[in-house]
């Protein structure tokens, strides 16, 4: 793992999922696609992204001529109050979503292959630096960015959530694997379909992607007939950007209720949304943020939690947390919850801190308790004292029995009582029994809040191990097929950048030419390269009509490369 400074303010638990970045893994043929891009984008972008755009570019330290290091586009946040990290692939959103909340952005360091030059499902370092460092230099949109990733972080995700992102996952993974069968990326376009249609109702987290996808990835700003754009979905990709302002794509004012609006990541957007400015996107995040349950609680949030089958928290109006995966809840005769049942690894914490000895280990096998209010008052009033024997009866039916073994107190007030040969019941419904070992019951009786994740996340993690994958290494576009393509795309490259330019120099430019012709008649960067230096250095060698000729040939093979040859040649 990279040692950046960084590491020290990061969640243990979110370290594993920072990649190292290899320079050497990216190929010639790697430098010149982004170059292709970045030369496009900036004659592309000044009159149609948002101001901040190619100003931010300089400002994050993301130049034209060679694939950026996160290292440097970390150094260059710092001035904006961010940071950046090497990621490799996806990450899961909810990792993605923290590391916002903490300020940092994540950079995929993969680069996507040249075929997927135009566009790419998977995350690479064009999208991630190219596409959303540079307008987190506005002081808005930064501020945007990191609420999204703060109110996101307490979002509830499902288990159907989870299947979805991992089939997203495999779907990308494998269209950009050089490798690749049509039939395995057939398989896996039909696995993600599969489990879409599988999903039976739509999460907060499901609700806050949506947010993100039509503000921060394919998000316009400005005047509704003339926005501006700015989501890094559109910015880093060639075709998308070209043709997302033209009237085949409905342009939609922005509100709250983009999020009633799905996506597929691998086809075109048919509508964008349009913010009148990036105020209106922290408006619309926190009227989201206001139908949440981290902000509602209540049997509401409850509800959202059981029916989410993942780890969520319940916070309680004693500052006391329960993290698990909640299974049952018992209601009074006015719909008050009065029990809560947890399922599997359970934590009790407060205030954020995992109460000593009551983590996930302890209550390994799940975790019940009533939720009433009680002070040092009531303890006096019931007789309750450690080592006598105690008794509470409460009005929704639900009846503690059993000797009092510890009393734990915070900030003045009890917070946890822990009981031997207890006996707990709902009416005659039996919740709990003697010989199942200590009962430890919390004390709180209103639900103020409940989100998704453990409160004391590092503890709860360390106890599970959570929700860790692999993140595996930087993939390298280098194949065997494309071995000596790559050192004609070096020896290029070595050209263009010499010092001097002599007649040795256009002589070796022929003889690339003469190459590129006999063995690869397809390849249309390669030539557009040639061109460019040509032109540079205001050279009329007999074979430069036939370069255009053959370009022009090229571009008929499909609407992709006729699209992108047509724009690179207009730079000439």
Known sequence: MINYPLTEQIPPYLTPYIAEQNPSLYTPLDHASWRFIMK???????????GKYLKGLKETGISTERIPLVEEIDQ???KFNWRAVAVTGFIPPSVFTEFLSLGVLPIACDMRSFDHLAYTPAP???HEAAGHAPIIADAEYSAYLRSYGEISRKAIFSNQDMDVYNAIRHLSDTKEDPNATFSQIEAAQSRLNQTIAAVTYISEATLLSRMGWWTFEYGLVGPLDNPKIYGAGLLSSLSESYNCLSSAVKKVPFSIECIETSYDITKPQPQLFVAED??????????LANKMAFRKGGIEGLEKAKKAGTVTTTEL??????SGNLAKVIQDSSGMPRYLQFQGPTQLAYKDAEIQGQGARYHKEGYGTPLEDISDSDLKKAGVALGKKAHFRFASGISVEGKCTKILHQDGSPILLSFEDCTVKHNAEILFQPEWGTYDMVCGGQVVSVFGGAADRKSYLEATGGFHQDPGKQKSNLTEDNKELN????????LREAKTWNKSSTAALSDLHLWVQRRY??????RYELLELLVEHKLNLPWAEEVRTRLK???QESPEKGEMIKRGLELL
Do not use: N
Not at 521 to 526: G, N, T, V, Y
């Open 487 to 494: 050192e004609l795309y070096g020896k290029l490259r070595s």
């Open 278 to 287: 990036f105020h209106k996107l922290t408006e619309a995040l926190d009227a």
């Open 521 to 526: 008649p397809s390849e249309w960067l390669f």
């Open 40 to 50: 496009v984008s900036e004659a592309y972008f000044p009159k149609l992204a948002h």
């Open 553 to 555: 040939e090229i571009s």
């Open 317 to 322: 109006d004693s500052g006391v947390q329960i």
């Open 76 to 78: 260059c946040l710092r």
């Open 124 to 126: 690479d370092i064009v």
